[in-house]
Each structure stands twice: as structure tokens, then as C-alpha cells.
């Protein structure tokens, strides 16, 4: 029976391994879809979209049977091959993602049909989309955008397809229509009876790509030009006076990668861009071929730079590259994310590098060891997890692997990189072996480079290193010799580590190759070695951990799940990172923050005070802690104490996301509670949501008290 039971045992090991395996395997589409034609009526008053796709699809191998991927909540009622006759189709249980159709003969490989798609349905749900929690397409009664990852229409090969197609968008005429492909002139549908006028915008894709993402609404066009660009800019009417600014931005950043990586395309001239904004509760931004779209929150009135070099980076790196697979999405999405960086080191100098490095740092430390950056099939794309070891980390790993090549090498390796790829899809195994023929000789003294073990520790493991170090320092005849050890806890870490040595003259620095848990060194200066002055990695070229990297990653995930309403949640997340650093003032402050929006005021008031007697980091939680205690005070009945905590925060001369128009406003009447975001300052108006609901989304880095989804974009 032991024996049986064991068997048992076993098998059913072997099964659960077996199923995981083939949940996390990617899908197999036996045919790629080549050209689109669809046509979607989008019902503002239903909040529902009815769409017919005329797909053209050729095989790939022997088979009978479409897969195409489609939106769950859209409820197909035919599928029609070209010549009308019905087809048999039914949705997956397991992933109702997954949609099949049955074909009436079986096909071999290189034959082409066209198959015709109708389906209707909502589309807004966060819980039913492709990615839980995370609204790629929407549809209300003022505005709808429809973005690829939503899968709105019937896709294959997501996210490695490229097609054309027409895109035909009705919509009422109020609405206006914007997104991938060259725009006809919109044809208008006078109603008829009591249905509303409609307006009818087609939009012409002819290079193939991952082109379909579209938004609409209270639309206005601000045609610009810039540096050679013509960029047609989409915004409300009420903030078309920005349009100048983000186009000038944006051009800047077009002109900075077109050298940095080589132009976008083979003809002579800058593209055409569209640049339009696109409703809040959606991504921060999405880059599709020739178009980028920045969330209502993001549009600010300065142009957020780090935002728009992301998305821009999107041009190159998910639109003229793509991955292989969507195990390979490091190579578009983690490079976008550091070209970000690289945008900031052009504008900000390094400040501006070392700012983004701390934010990717903090970024990936919150979900690193969700999975291995090469198996980023296992994570929804877009999600928290996603962005954390895909962006986050993956641009820490580009960072690493300039430090390693020098920045010679690591800009004619990406120049290559694009110039081979440019139309086409790429592997990882291809990014490393191109890497590999880019490795310079080892500087003299220096160990040598081994990219084997470096892709093996960042692509396919998890686990950051933390440093330890223990050295003693002896005196020479020539000088002094430092003679120590460093530890690490990863046992396959193998990897040179810059090491500086501050002296009472200048000061040293030197390689030194980490191989293992403990790694011994040996550096020589000439004069003698400051009190603690020995540093590891000096210039944060490494993705390491520390207690304060820990905490603020710590306090990153709270405010994830805070930005969303989970406030009990965010808290424990806020006081675990009190627990390893008890006077961080920006987790006390998120604690008053969460429970302010509980209306807990007293414990609010508590925690607001705890950030003001901590170590002020950010700086921006002394003036907006008084401002949230102020609030508690006059919500309460106590307006002369009140004032006191307004004239406090204007004292503080801090003017951090408008906080002296904030603390000011109030100085002239009392706060009055959960209406008063209604009529919150232009500036920052995200700075003070409703209390009935959760906060605004935002990426904007520790640059205002804002719930914010994560670590970065600070301009």
C-alpha cells in the first residue's frame, strides 16, 4: 500500500508539473493573420463595442483547426469563411482567451483563406481583461480607447504579428478618432429616426505591424512641427495649449534616438507622429507604430519627459523590432524603459541617469523573484509583475551590460542591433551572441568579462546580491594595502564589481571580480584610507539590494495596492517596511495617507505627525503632511488649529505638486471634505482625489503626495 500510495504520490507530482509546463509553454497558432479589414461601431450609451474583422490568415503547418485570441467578454455569433458558409467555433474554458474555429477542410502550409469574425460586447472590465486588473480598452458615454494588448479584435501570435489593415472606427459625432494608420478625412452619418448622427473615421495601415490601437472623444488637433517632424497632436480642447510643448519635447527625443539607435525608416525624412491623450484608468502611456498615447493623469502642464522618451523608445524597440516571442520582450519593453534613462542622462546630465537607475532599482526589487526576466511568458503582460522584472529590472540589466562593454561598444551594439532587426523579430539567443562579437578585450588589470555567467544570472535566474564587506588596512612601505572580503548570499554570482577606496588623497578604484558567496580582494593606495571610505560599486552600475532599496520597494508595493482602493492592504505593506526602517517618513506618510481616505483621522493625524518627526525623505512630506493634518482639523470642527498647520506648510517654502496654492486655498476657507477635488487646483490635480474613491493612478516619482503605481518617470 506504501508503495501504491507512493506511485500515487508521484503521479500526481508529475501531472501538476506536466500542467504547469504546458500553462506557462507559448501558445502555438498553427496561422498567422496577415491582413486585417474591421469595421467597429463603438455604443458610448451601451459602453459596448459590435465589430466585424475580415481576417486574411496563411498556414503554417497541417491543420484544421484557427486559434485566434479575442477579448473574453466579446461574444462571437458567427465565424464565415469568404464564400458565406458558417464555420463551428467555441471558446477555451481553461483560457477563455482563446478562441477556435473549426475549418471545413484541413489546410497545409502556405495556403491562405479568409475567415469574417462578428462580435459584440463590453470591453471595460479590469477583472475580465486579457491582464487582470490592468484596462487596455474602455468605452463610457464620453470617450473609449481600444488598445492591441485588450485583444478588441482576433489576434495571432500576440506580440510578436505583423500585418496591414483598414480600420474602420464609427462613433458618434460628437466623438473624434485618432490612433495607428493614415487617417481619411472622417465621413459623417446623419441620424436616423431618434439614433444619434455618427461619424465614420478609416484608418489605412500598409506597413505591416502591430498597428490597431485607437482612442476617441472630446478631441481636438493641434497640428504641429518640430526639428523636421510633423507631429499631429490630440488633446481636449481645454488643454491644447500644451500641444506646442509636448511636440517640441517629444521632437527632441525623436532627433536624440534617431542618433543614438538610426532613423526610423529607410526614407528620407522625419516620420509623421501622433501624439493625443487618452482617458484616465488605463496604462501611463502605450506606444503602437507611429502613435503615442499619454493617460489624462500623465498629461501634465510641463511635458513629463521620462514618460514621453519611454514611449517614444517604443518606436524603435515594439514597433520596428519586435520579440521573437513573448519570452523575448526584454529586448523591446526593458530597452524602451532604459532608453528612458539614456534620455535623462542626455537632458539631466548624470543626476539625471543615477535618478532613473534608483527608480528601476526600486521598481524591480518589488516583484523580482516573480520569475526570470527569459521567462517572461509566466507573467500577464503589463501587470505589476510584469513591469517589475520585464522593465524595471531589464533596463537595470541594459545599465549593467553598458558598465561591462563600455559606452562604445554598448552604442554600436544597439546601432546594430537595429539596423539588423529593423522589420523583423528577435531572440535573446540572437541579442547574445551579438553581444558577445561587441565584448572588448579586458582593460589591463581588469578580470575579464564572462557573458555567459552574466546573462545566466540576469536573464534566467532570479535574486539580487546584497553586499557585505569586511577589510582590514595595513601599512606598506609604498603606502597602504587594503585586504578584505565580500559577501554575497547568491552562490553562481560571477561578476566584476567596481571598488573605490576614498584616501586622504585621491582617491582609488579598482575591479574586482566577485565569484561566489565570498570573494577576497586586495587594493593598494598610496595615501591612507578614510575611515569607512571603502565603497562597493560606487557609481550604482550594479542592481543590488540594500535596507533602503528594500523599503522603498516595500512602500512602492503599498502604494499599488492603495492606488486602487486596498488601503488595509497597503498599510501592512507600510508598516513591514517601518519595520525594517521605523523613521521613514515617506512609508509613515503613506500610512496617514491610507488612513485618511479610511476617514480614520486620528490614527491619519498620528502618522502625519510620525513623517514630520522622521527623516524628511522626501523632502515633500514636511510641507504636505501639514497640509493632510490641516484637512483632518478642519473636517473635524477645529479651524484655528487648522490654519496653524496651513501657515506651517507655507512656512516650509516647499512648493512640491502645488503645495503652497494647496496649503493657501484652505488658509481662505475650511476643507470641506470628499467635494473638494472638484475644484482642486489646475496644477496638480491629482494631488487632493475625492476621499469616496481611490485615488488617481499616477508614475510620477516622490514628486508629490500621490498614490502612484510605482517608482518612476520623474522629469
Known amino acids: 500500500m506504501r508503495k501504491t500510495y507512493r506511485l ?9 508539473a506536466a500542467a504547469l509546463t504546458y500553462a506557462q509553454a507559448p501558445r502555438a497558432f498553427p496561422f498567422r493573420a496577415t491582413n486585417y479589414n474591421v469595421e467597429v461601431m463603438i455604443s458610448p450609451d451601451q459602453q459596448t463595442i459590435s465589430g466585424e474583422a475580415k481576417v486574411d490568415f496563411v498556414a503554417r503547418q497541417v491543420a484544421r483547426t484557427v486559434l485566434v485570441e479575442l477579448h473574453p467578454d466579446l461574444r462571437v455569433t458567427s465565424v464565415k469563411t469568404s464564400d458565406g458558409q458558417s464555420l463551428n467555433f467555441a471558446r477555451d474554458n481553461d483560457s477563455p482567451l482563446n478562441l477556435t474555429v473549426a475549418l471545413p477542410d484541413t489546410a497545409t502550409p502556405g495556403k491562405q483563406f479568409t475567415l469574417t469574425f462578428e462580435y459584440n460586447g463590453p470591453v471595460s472590465s479590469e477583472d475580465d481583461s486579457p491582464t487582470k486588473g490592468v484596462r487596455f480598452a474602455s468605452v463610457d458615454k464620453t470617450s473609449a480607447y481600444l488598445l492591441l494588448p485588450a485583444r478588441w479584435f482576433p489576434l495571432t501570435d500576440y506580440p510578436s504579428n505583423r500585418y496591414t489593415g483598414t480600420f474602420n472606427i464609427i462613433v458618434p459625432s460628437s466623438f473624434a478618432v485618432t490612433g495607428t494608420g493614415k487617417a481619411d478625412a472622417p465621413v459623417m452619418r446623419p441620424g436616423i429616426g431618434n439614433a444619434p448622427a455618427q461619424a465614420s473615421y478609416t484608418f489605412h495601415c500598409d506597413q505591416p505591424g502591430p498597428v490597431g490601437s485607437f482612442v476617441a472623444g472630446n478631441l481636438q488637433l493641434s497640428p504641429q512641427s518640430a526639428e523636421g517632424y510633423s507631429i499631429s497632436v490630440y488633446t481636449p480642447p481645454s488643454q491644447a495649449p500644451t500641444a506646442s510643448g509636448y511636440a517640441n519635447s517629444l521632437a527632441q527625443i525623436m532627433s536624440y534616438f534617431s542618433d543614438s539607435f538610426g532613423p526610423l525608416t529607410n526614407q528620407p525624412g522625419a516620420p509623421s507622429l501622433t501624439l493625443a491623450q487618452m482617458p484616465d484608468g488605463s496604462l501611463p502611456g502605450y506606444s503602437a507604430p507611429g502613435l503615442l498615447l499619454i493617460n489624462a493623469s500623465q498629461w501634465t502642464p510641463k511635458p513629463n519627459e521620462r514618460v514621453l522618451s519611454r514611449l517614444a523608445a517604443g518606436q524603435w524597440w515594439g514597433s ?3 520579440p521573437a516571442t513573448a519570452s523575448d520582450v526584454w529586448l523591446t519593453d526593458g530597452l524602451s524603459r532604459y532608453s528612458e534613462a539614456l534620455y535623462a542622462e542626455q537632458a539631466d546630465g548624470v543626476a539625471g541617469l543615477h535618478q532613473a537607475l534608483e527608480d528601476f532599482a526600486v521598481g524591480a526589487l518589488m516583484f523580482e523573484d516573480a520569475a526570470p526576466i527569459a521567462q517572461a511568458q509566466r507573467l500577464y503582460p503589463y501587470s505589476d509583475e510584469y513591469r517589475s522584472v520585464v522593465a524595471d529590472k531589464g533596463a537595470m540589466v541594459f545599465h549593467m551590460l553598458r558598465a561591462d562593454l563600455g559606452d562604445d561598444a554598448f552604442t554600436s551594439l544597439l546601432k546594430d542591433f537595429y ?11 540572437e541579442f547574445e551572441q551579438m553581444t558577445a562579437a561587441k565584448a572588448p578585450p579586458p582593460k589591463k588589470g581588469d578580470p575579464p568579462l564572462n557573458l555567459v555567467a552574466f546573462f545566466s544570472q540576469w536573464l534566467n535566474s532570479t535574486g539580487v546580491p546584497e553586499f557585505t564587506l569586511q577589510y582590514i588596512v595595513y601599512r606598506t612601505p609604498k603606502g597602504f594595502k587594503v585586504v578584505g572580503k565580500i559577501h554575497q548570499d547568491l552562490d553562481t554570482f560571477r561578476m566584476p564589481v567596481e571598488m573605490k577606496v576614498d584616501t586622504e588623497g585621491n582617491p582609488e578604484t579598482k575591479k574586482i571580480l566577485v565569484n561566489g558567496t565570498n ?16 565603497t562597493i560599486d560606487p557609481n550604482n552600475n550594479l542592481l543590488k539590494s540594500s535596507p533602503h532599496l528594500r523599503v522603498r520597494a516595500q ?4 502604494e499599488e495596492l492603495a492606488a ?11 508598516r513591514a517596511a ?8 515617506l512609508a509613515h506618510f ?30 515633500w512630506t514636511d510641507v504636505w503632511s501639514h497640509i493632510y493634518i490641516g484637512k483632518i482639523y478642519d473636517l473635524l470642527g477645529q479651524r484655528e488649529r487648522a490654519v496653524n498647520e496651513y501657515s506651517l506648510a507655507q512656512h516650509t517654502n516647499d512648493d512640491t505638486a502645488g503645495a503652497q496654492q494647496e496649503a493657501g486655498r484652505w488658509m481662505q476657507k475650511p476643507y470641506p471634505g470628499e467635494n473638494a477635488s472638484s475644484t482642486a487646483p489646475a496644477a496638480a490635480p491629482s494631488n487632493n482625489p475625492p476621499q469616496t474613491q481611490a485615488p488617481a493612478k499616477s508614475d510620477q516619482q516622490d514628486n508629490g503626495p500621490v498614490l502612484k503605481r510605482r517608482p518612476e518617470d520623474t522629469q
Open 8 to 16: 500515487a504520490a508521484t503521479l500526481a507530482v508529475l501531472l501538476f
Open 590 to 619: 503613506r500610512t496617514g495617507e491610507a488612513m485618511f481616505y479610511q476617514k480614520n483621522y486620528q490614527a491619519a493625524a498620528n502618522a502625519f505627525r510620525s513623517a514630520l518627526g522622521g527623516d524628511l525623505d522626501p523632502k
Open 578 to 585: 517601518l519595520d525594517i526602517q521605523p523613521t521613514y517618513s
Open 419 to 429: 539596423k539588423q532587426h529593423m522589420g523583423k523579430t528577435v531572440s535573446i539567443d
Open 555 to 558: 512602500v512602492a508595493r503599498g
Open 320 to 322: 520596428q523590432v519586435l
Open 519 to 534: 570573494s577576497t580582494f586586495e587594493i593598494d593606495t598610496f595615501g591612507r584610507p578614510k575611515p569607512n571610505g571603502i
Open 564 to 574: 486602487v482602493g486596498k488601503y488595509y492592504e497597503a498599510i501592512q505593506e507600510y
